[in-house]
C-alpha cells in the first residue's frame, strides 16, 4: 500500500446515534475522494478500538496511517489519550508509521456547517440582526479549549447576529438554559441555539434540553455528516501528510 491511510478517531458514546453518525461521516469522506482508504475507530464505549484497527491494518501491509482525531478542540483527548494509544500502538508495531493529525477545530468550514445547520432550522439572513445566538459545547476545564470556543463566538458576533454568547454543556458555565435566558434578559428577540458538537449523545441531549426549557425559538441539529465537514477531515489529513512529507525528508 502506497498511500497512507486515513483513522478517523472518535470518542465513542452508550449512544447508538453517535456511532451512526460518525459512520455516516466517514462515509461522506470516501466519496469525497474515491480511493484513499478511510478506517474509524473508538477510544471508548463503541468497537473497533484504536489498537485493533492499527494492528488490522499493520497485518494487512499498510505502512503508513494519518489518525485524525475527530474533536473540535485541542483538550484533554487530543493531548493526552490519542497521543498514549498511539504511541502504544507505534511500540507494538515499529513497521507502521502513524501521524496523529490536528483537531479540526477552529476552522472556517467549521463556521459553515454551523450555518448550514441554522439555516435548515429555519433561521434566514434577514433574522440575524435581532437574534440571539447561543453557540452550545459540550465543555472542557482545559484553557485552550475554553479560549477556542470564546474566540468562536466573537468571530460569529461580526457575522451579523445581534449578540453571541458561549455555553458548556459540562466542565463550566453558563449552561445552555441559562445563556438563552441572559439574551432574553438583555432584550433580545429571538434566541437561536447551534449546537457544536459532531455527533448526538448525551452532552447534546442536555443542551437541547436545556434550550427548550428556556423556550429558545431555534435548536439547530448537531454538526454531523455535512459536507464541509468532510472536507475539512481530508484537510487535515492532507495537512498531516504535507507535514510527515517534510520531516522524512529533512
Request: aromatic share 2%.
Amino acid at each position: 500500500m502506497t498511500h497512507p491511510t486515513l483513522l478517523v478517531i472518535a470518542h465513542g458514546s452508550r449512544d447508538p446515534r453517535h456511532a451512526a453518525t460518525v459512520h455516516a461521516l466517514t462515509e461522506r469522506v470516501r466519496a469525497e475522494r474515491p480511493g484513499l482508504r478511510v478506517e474509524t475507530a473508538f477510544l471508548e464505549f463503541n468497537a473497533p478500538s484504536v489498537p485493533r484497527v492499527l494492528e488490522r491494518l499493520a497485518a494487512q501491509g499498510a505502512d503508513e496511517v494519518v489518525a485524525l482525531p475527530l474533536l473540535l478542540t485541542r483538550a484533554f483527548h487530543a493531548k493526552t489519550d490519542i497521543p498514549s494509544v498511539l504511541r502504544e500502538a507505534r511500540a507494538r508495531l515499529p513497521r507502521l508509521r502513524v501521524r496523529q493529525a490536528d483537531v479540526l477545530g477552529p476552522s472556517p468550514l467549521l463556521n459553515a456547517t454551523l450555518e448550514r445547520r441554522l439555516r435548515e432550522a429555519g433561521v434566514r439572513p434577514g433574522d440575524l440582526p435581532r437574534t440571539g445566538l447561543v453557540l452550545a459545547s459540550a465543555g472542557s476545564s482545559d484553557p485552550e479549549a475554553i479560549a477556542v470556543i470564546a474566540e468562536i463566538a466573537r468571530e460569529l458576533r461580526h457575522t451579523g447576529w445581534c449578540a453571541v454568547r458561549p455555553a458548556f454543556a459540562s466542565a463550566l458555565l453558563p449552561r445552555t438554559e441559562d445563556a438563552v435566558r441572559a439574551l432574553r434578559a438583555e432584550g433580545v428577540e429571538r434566541v437561536a441555539v447551534a449546537p457544536y458538537v459532531i455527533a448526538p449523545g448525551r452532552l447534546p441531549d442536555r443542551i437541547a434540553a436545556g434550550a427548550r426549557a428556556a423556550g429558545a425559538d431555534v435548536l439547530a441539529d448537531v454538526l454531523g455528516p455535512a459536507p464541509e465537514l468532510a472536507r475539512l477531515l481530508l484537510d487535515r489529513f492532507d495537512e498531516a501528510r504535507v507535514t510527515v512529507g517534510a520531516s522524512l525528508s529533512a
